[in-house]
């Protein structure tokens, strides 16, 4: 096991918001920082470019949408540290000026930011230590998406009582109703990329909630958010942020005090809760 026992995780940190937050936490968090990305030639030169500045992440492959690359993360962490302290779910997909046929964009985003991130946290969540941190990095595009549901679909992503399964019948209904071009008839707004985000968003309520019930005096605190309109590929030159102010909230969360009491379960923007 690693002399030093305690350790954070980014996925997808290999460029853009992810590797900012890394650089982030290889200065702030007292403990080791692994810097997963699913190529590993280019994870393994973000590692080289924080070296030569001086700072020390770890490497690890993952990739989130092969269950077999996290399961092997999952057994690294168990086995260097015996768990695991701070998860940053980083890792999503948009397509940007795209002429996939929309049905398969929504498949693939689908895939990629909700059904992996959620691998990610089936796997990974029952390592996490007590007064540990989850970060589900979501989208702003979460709550725009959700506003243009139909009122029926607003009332279920909003409910107290909804569960993973419940969330994940949805998720499926929106790429299968894109795939029969009644998905706006049925409700649910023309974006993937903002359907998928309500999914990450609201799974993460889902996961609070549980972390509360089933591990009450361990004072994980587990939240979604968004890092802002950021100058990344996905982002676009024009965004008004730079990696740095993209990766403020997220790392926030991580470095939550031992003693916060919260946010917990919430949907934070700009290090504010956000009404969901």
Request: glycine letters at 8%; proline letters at 5%.
């Amino acid at each position: 096991m690693s002399s030093c026992s305690r350790v954070a995780v980014v996925t997808g940190a290999n460029k853009g918001i992810g590797f900012a937050i890394v650089r982030d936490l290889c200065r702030q968090f007292l403990g080791n920082v692994v810097l997963t990305a699913r190529d590993a030639a280019r994870g393994q030169a973000a590692v080289q470019q924080l070296q030569a500045e001086g700072l020390s992440p770890r490497f690890h492959q993952l990739d989130i949408n092969d269950l077999q690359s996290i399961r092997a993360l999952r057994d690294f962490l168990r086995r260097e540290y015996g768990g695991l302290d701070v998860l940053v779910n980083n890792a999503g997909i948009f397509h940007v000026g795209d002429t996939t046929p929309f049905h398969i964009q929504a498949e693939v985003t689908m895939k990629t930011n909700f059904f992996g991130t959620r691998d990610v946290c089936t796997e990974l969540l029952p390592l996490i230590k007590p007064q540990g941190r989850v970060v589900n990095v979501s989208s702003m595009e979460s709550l725009k998406a959700l506003k243009n549901c139909s009122p029926e679909l607003q009332q279920k992503f909003r409910s107290e009582t909804i569960t993973e399964e419940d969330l994940v019948g949805l998720m499926n209904e929106f790429v299968e109703d894109t795939k029969k071009e009644v998905h706006e008839k049925e409700g649910w707004p023309s974006t993937p990329y903002g359907v998928s985000k309500i999914g990450v968003t609201v799974l993460s309520r889902i996961q609070a909630r549980n972390l509360s019930e089933q591990r009450k005096g361990d004072k994980i605190l587990l939240n979604a958010c968004s890092p802002g309109w950021v100058r990344t590929d996905m982002g676009g030159p024009e965004a008004p942020k730079s990696l740095e102010e993209g990766a403020e909230t997220p790392v926030y969360l991580a470095l939550l005090p031992p003693d916060a009491e919260g946010p917990h379960g919430q949907f934070i923007m700009e290090k504010k809760v956000e009404h969901w």
